[in-house]
């Protein structure tokens, strides 16, 4: 996630004004290389004067690593945290000065270009910062703005939507299969049916459910597929499987040491 963000942020601000650092020093100064950007063997050295910094760390790691930023970082630096489930309260309350603080849920398709993130501002963010992050992160895709205390929800369909709709692409490759198809044929239609179909359900604009009635006949093909995701709950499991990873999010938030 850190490497989508930061080939966003070199598009953005231009790759001479960027800076990273990461745990595994080999693999963190490759991928500085490969953005021509400079790599820092530390957290200090990384922040030292800079404007604005991105965390892009397990949610586990933030403290220790945002406690390690305090008395570094300039104080009207804008600190802008991925990390899931953790509040900017935490990230302020560590900082212990009055960093603009941002938190964003991107998911993996910023990889390229095409995630979406939403973003909430901490107590001492204004709609400057706001403006600045959507800025900083516009190459990962769309960007939008919820209050804070729907980053849970948020991370439950986008940020984990990801792997939801990977699940469905293998789950209809599989069923390829069993009908007889070779893996590679059936990958190939599943995996541009959801590419085709999410991209008509963001052109048109239109309810998904009159997209899906539309390519429902009576009586035919479709409705007798849909009738069995029905039956079998597959719209109660999809929403439990996010309210399950909400859930997560509040955990984790939770959990901060
Ligand atoms: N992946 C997703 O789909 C996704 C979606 C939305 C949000 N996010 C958020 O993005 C964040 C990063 O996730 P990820 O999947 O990209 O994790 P990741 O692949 O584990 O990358 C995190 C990197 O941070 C390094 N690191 C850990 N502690 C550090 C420290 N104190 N100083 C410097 N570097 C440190 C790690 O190095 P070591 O291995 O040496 O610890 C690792 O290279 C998480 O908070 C996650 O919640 C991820």
Redesign the pocket.
């Known amino acids: ?2 490497e989508a963000i930061l080939s966003s942020l070199v598009g953005a601000v231009g790759a001479d004004r960027v800076r990273i ?4 020093a080999e ?2 100064a490759a991928v500085a290389q490969r953005h021509g950007v400079r790599w820092c063997a530390t ?1 200090a050295e990384a922040v030292d004067g800079v404007g604005a910094v991105v965390i ?4 586990k ?2 403290g ?2 945002v406690g ?1 930023l305090a008395g570094v970082l300039a104080d009207e630096a804008l600190v802008v945290s ?5 509040p900017t309260a935490f990230l302020e309350s560590r900082l212990g000065a009055a960093n603009p603080v941002v938190r964003v ?4 398709p910023a990889t390229i270009g095409q995630g979406v993130s939403a973003l909430s501002a901490g107590s001492h963010a204004t709609a400057e910062h706001l403006e600045r992050t959507e800025a900083l992160l516009a190459g990962t895709g769309t960007v939008l703005r919820v209050d804070e205390a729907y980053q849970d929800v948020v ?1 439950g369909i986008s ?1 984990s939507g ?1 792997a939801y709709v990977f699940y469905l692409i293998d789950a209809l490759a599989e069923a390829g299969v069993v009908g007889g198809l070779s893996r590679e044929v059936a990958l190939d239609l599943a995996r541009a049916t959801v590419a085709g179909s999410g991209a008509m359900a963001l052109a048109s604009g239109e309810h998904p459910a009159i997209l899906r009635e539309r390519v429902s006949s009576p009586a035919g093909t479709t409705v007798a597929g849909v009738r069995e995701l029905d039956e079998r709950g597959v719209r109660a499991a999809v929403i439990a499987a996010v309210d399950a990873a909400r859930a997560r999010s509040v955990e984790l938030g939770r959990d901060l040491t």
Do not use: H
């Not at 849920?105 to 993996?108: D, G, H, Y």
């Open positions: 996630m850190g650092s990461d745990g595994r693999y963190g957290n892009a760390v397990k949610p790691d933030v220790g690593l390690g991925v990390a899931a489930g953790i849920m991107p998911n993996t991370t940020g990801p």
